[in-house]
């Protein structure tokens, strides 16, 4: 995959950032469009979601990232490997979650993953975050019952923060009795996981999954 120069992060609450998303045509996507939804929010470039694909043929795959070269580079790369349950969205997900989720078949979205995302350390950006509570009432509206949310940070604040946010709303429960997991859950590390680990620094992470639907 070739590199691109690439801002580190971006002001998601900037006017550039509040266009709404026009979603795509899901049948000219996925080969099925009713299989079982993994949603990554903050893929970055997409390396996650490019080895999750052909380990797990019967999911599709969506990474939404809000740096636009990062989704061209992930999207080459799927055409690439000719994966038909992959795809990869530029949009600010606090704006698109319900479009995207709206405009795909009911009852398809089985597992959200937020991995590593920007730590906004000043005060005065924490507002930035991704994971705010009108997220976490998104995710749980079209979560289906049971479905798994994974978070996971190298830096013990956004952990917490995050999964405190989660912990707090009724429709979620943590999984787990340990303070945070001591592995992933899931068939894949990120490229960031992978190099914390071999620093030998600590991984927060943490699963809730959805026990219950709030009347609304």
Sequence with gaps: MVRVRVRQHVNPLSYAYQTPIVPPTWSQIYTNSAQPLHLDIGCAWGRFLLQMAPIEPEWNFLGVEIREPLVEGALA???????????????NINHAFAPLLDSLPPGVLHRVSIQFPDPWFKKRHQKRRVVQPELVEKVA??????????????????AVEMRDRFAEHPSFARQGSEEWLPENPLPVATEREQSTLEKNEPVYRVV???????PG
């Design 77 to 91: 790369e799927r055409d690439e490997q000719q994966f038909s349950n992959l795809h990869f969205i530029f949009c």
């Design 141 to 158: 509206k079209y979560l289906v019952p049971g479905g798994m949310v994974f978070l996971q940070s190298d830096v013990h604040e956004v």
């Design 208 to 214: 809730f999954l959805k026990t219950r639907e709030i």
